[in-house]
């Protein structure tokens, strides 16, 4: 939980304390009818709050899936919630979601999503280094056969897998290279070839 969301905790807490010694102070003769009445009150707040929560993820979410415009070759990515943007993109034949890092200089899989596109684990040589926030990792260089983002294949096509933990499979600088127009605007990101 980060900061804001812990102060809107215990302002909530607060605002619930407030509410009721407020409930007790009026109805002190008549207990039992105060508490009804604040478990009432309480039902319907929790049910706003509940549904206002619902509906900001339903409204954010409704509608963030990449859009690909084959005959524009032109594709739209809305920035997800968490602030950065995802990719799914078939690598081999296999669909991968990706984080868009333009920090990263290649297209970087995780070990799961490389043995999912069938690129043999028992034969990948982690030999190479590369330098990330958290340090060094060793990462081992391969070939994709086939990415395909929409109407758009590549063949042949450098990445790494990595040797560490990493959570998400990257799409680095080499692929984003490819387009020859990258823009963010309206939050979302827009790639056109």
Known sequence: MDSD???QLIYLIFLGLAIGIGFLAMY???LGTALRQGAVWLVLFVGLVAGYG???DIRADGGAQQMVYGEEGRIEVPRARDGSYYLTLEVNGTPISFIVDTG???IVLTREDAARAGLGMDSLD???TATTANGEVKIAPVRLDQVQLGAITDRNVRASVNGGELFH???GMSYLNRFER???AQNRLILTR
Do not use: K, N, V, Y
Request: net charge negative.
């Open 5 to 7: 969301s812990s102060g």
């Open 28 to 30: 002190r003769t008549a």
């Open 54 to 56: 619902i509906w900001s």
């Open 104 to 106: 990263a200089s290649e």
């Open 126 to 128: 982690f030999f190479a």
């Open 169 to 171: 499979s990257l799409l």
């Open 182 to 184: 990258i823009e963010i």
